[in-house]
């Protein structure tokens, strides 16, 4: 059938409306797709550019160099030395534990080691870069360097690791570092990025732990470029952390080194401190340990022998040890007597050795008694009647609250570990801790520093700093932090009768220097340092009444009596007061005395004490004492060896 013009002009028109709409979609679609090119190319350049290079860039942290710890007089206590350390990151070492397999043909790793290695990669981001080994020897340091391309994923670096200098001399004031734990981790809220770097090393005790925050600083970060097998090819910028303050504390290394060394293999604790400021010049705990073992990895055996021992050389004595104060303790009854108004300078009791209350006969140490004595005379001889009468009148919330006022069951504000509180008690504290009342025989046994009385040897410095001096002094360890030295500010008056503390302290020189003071062989002769102190003697087993009394000697050493002894000096003009405590070292005035006597002189000297001050009989004893003291020499550039 033959189609008509029509019907031709009417297919026509329809071929050419299906090819403008093939075309204008072909259009628009090219339109879309170049736009589309556009903003990927054009207005994202920036962003693809980006996600482009974190194939091949990393950025790392670099932790920053812990802040120093120094004495008062700027010697280095705790610093940072250069290690060699080798580091593995995860994402670019591909098959970690073949790397590690390589690497072991190369450094002294076990495979031990190596699993160690493999479960912290697994637990942590994997960009973040694992320590291997640290401490290594430039040799092993030099072969992994020239072999790094066949080791993908590591990296020798040089950082800094922690040291000791005077290792034992600070162990228990400054403590020491340690890679971080889960429950480091745990304690804190938002913890820093740098803490998540395995093994990063942060204080675990002592001033390390408690002023972290100060000496951690803050970290700096680098780009590295690696390879396709995460090689580090370069490094492309580095932004340095901010180290961390220096902290200079208020001790003396001298008078530190010079107690510790003093204390030998004691096991106890001594505490110098300026009374005006309140600075603690020494604070000494023996034994003592190297911090240094730990920083390194302390090995089992080395753990071991200072857990079984039995001075326990890890424990802080100076404000961990909780110790009944003993005679030592009656300047506080003689205090809250005078100042309740039932003693005074006159007033005398009589001593026939011994007082009875009830069924019980509680005694004086001099069985036979002292007679009619005075409150010099109490202290001077240490008479335990005198107390017991005064103590009886006063009664036990008296007697507390002045304790509270010289520093007693109170924790001292200071930046060190497992700060104890002591008991300062009196009747609601025993109710409260045993449900039961406070009986007068409790009384008794507190007036002389016994029963439920406990204090730490930094309490009873501070106790004798405040007799001394008459203000409330705190206690004082951190001088400076970076450049700005810390404000002291000035103690407020002792809420305490001036003629009353007036009172105590002739009877504490009558202890040094009287005929029959209890510590007259510890006595200093040059009369620009005359010294006060009071001895104390605290048992450590009860006896059952009417049972003897054992000699220390005769007893196994744990159950002898600890030796007290609280000084200071000079008596006209206090500047320093020192506190000692020997565990199970009998009389105070036998095994403590002495030792406070040459701390105390090595405080007022500024050097090895001299042999004009001690009474002529004893100055060849002393002098082949001293020569015989491991003492370290502090030089303008630091501490020197030792001098055997």
């Not at 050419?16 to 736009?35: D, E, H, K, Q, W």
């Not at 250069?82 to 970690?96: K, L």
């Not at 029963?451 to 206690?475: C, D, E, F, N």
């Amino acid at each position: 059938m033959r189609r008509t013009a029509r019907d031709s002009e009417e297919s026509a028109r329809r071929v050419n409306r299906r090819a403008l709409l093939m075309g204008g979609a072909m259009t628009a679609f090219v339109a879309v797709l170049g736009a589309r090119m556009r903003y990927l190319q054009v207005d994202q350049a920036e962003k693809f550019q980006l996600l482009a290079e974190e194939n091949r860039i990393n950025i790392r942290l670099i932790p920053p160099s812990r802040g120093q710890i120094l004495d008062r007089n700027g010697v280095l206590i705790a610093g940072n030395e250069q290690n060699y350390r080798v580091v593995i990151t995860r994402e670019d070492a591909g098959d970690m534990e073949q790397v590690l397999h390589r690497l072991q043909a190369l450094i002294p790793l076990a495979d031990e080691d190596v699993a160690e290695v493999v479960a912290e990669a697994k637990a942590v981001s994997p960009f973040v870069p694992i320590t291997v080994a640290d401490r290594l020897e430039w040799e092993e340091f030099s072969k992994i360097a020239v072999n790094g391309p066949t080791l993908p994923g590591v990296t020798p670096e040089v950082g800094l690791s922690r040291v000791y200098p005077l290792d034992r001399d600070f162990a228990h004031v400054v403590g020491y570092v340690g890679p971080v734990s889960e429950r480091d981790l745990a304690e804190l809220e938002n913890p820093d990025p740098l803490l998540q770097i395995p093994k990063f090393q942060i204080g675990k005790i002592g001033v390390e732990r408690w002023v972290e925050d100060t000496l951690r600083g803050k970290a700096g970060q680098k780009r590295i470029e690696v390879n396709h097998v995460g090689r580090v090819m370069r490094e492309l910028d580095r932004v340095e952390g901010q180290p961390g303050d220096d902290i200079r504390l208020t001790i003396d290394a001298g008078i530190q080194n010079f107690a510790q060394v003093r204390l030998g293999e004691e096991s106890a604790a001594a505490v110098a401190m300026d009374v005006q400021t309140g600075d603690i010049l020494a604070i000494a705990s023996a034994p003592s340990f190297d911090p240094n073992l730990f920083v390194r990895g302390i090995s089992t055996r080395d753990y071991t022998a200072l857990t079984e021992n039995d001075h326990t050389p890890l424990a802080n004595k100076t404000v961990q040890g909780a110790y009944p104060p003993g005679s030592t303790f009656k300047m506080v009854t003689a205090l809250a007597a005078m100042a309740a108004g039932v003693a005074d300078e006159k007033r005398t009791i009589r001593c026939p050795g011994y007082i009875e209350f009830g069924d019980r006969r509680f005694r004086c140490w001099n069985h036979g008694g002292h007679g009619a004595v005075n409150l010099s005379r109490a202290l001077m001889e240490s008479c335990d009647v005198y107390f017991y009468e005064l103590a009886q009148e006063v009664g036990i919330d008296n007697i507390a609250a002045m304790g509270r006022k010289l520093g007693l069951g109170e924790r001292p504000d200071l930046p060190m570990s497992a700060i104890g509180a002591g008991i300062m008690p009196d009747k609601a504290w025993k109710q409260e801790k045993y449900k039961e009342d406070w009986r007068v025989g409790d009384t008794i046994n507190a007036s002389i520093g016994q029963g439920y009385v406990l204090t730490t040897p930094l309490q009873l410095a501070l106790m004798t700093a405040r007799i001394a001096s008459g203000t409330a002094v705190k206690p004082r360890l951190i001088h400076r932090v970076g450049n700005q030295t810390l404000p002291i500010d000035p103690a407020p008056a002792l809420d305490i009768d001036m003629t009353h503390l007036a009172a105590v302290r002739a009877g504490m020189f009558d202890v040094m220097n009287a005929e029959r003071g209890t510590a007259k062989r510890s006595r200093i002769v040059d009369e620009t340092m005359l010294m006060a102190g009071k001895t104390g003697t605290a048992q450590v087993r009860n006896y059952n009444q009417g049972e003897a009394v054992a000699a220390n000697d005769s007893l196994p050493w744990r159950l002898r009596d600890h030796a007290l002894f609280v000084c200071y000096a000079p008596y006209d003009n206090p500047r320093y007061a020192v506190s000692i405590v020997v565990e199970h070292g009998g009389g105070g005035s036998l095994a403590a005395a002495p030792i406070g006597r040459d701390i105390l002189l090595r405080c007022l000297t500024g050097g090895i004490p001299p042999l004009s001050a001690y009474p002529a009989d004893q100055r060849n004893r002393i002098e082949s004492q001293f020569n015989d003291m491991p003492l370290r020499a502090f030089g303008p550039e630091g501490p020197k060896p030792s001098r055997a």
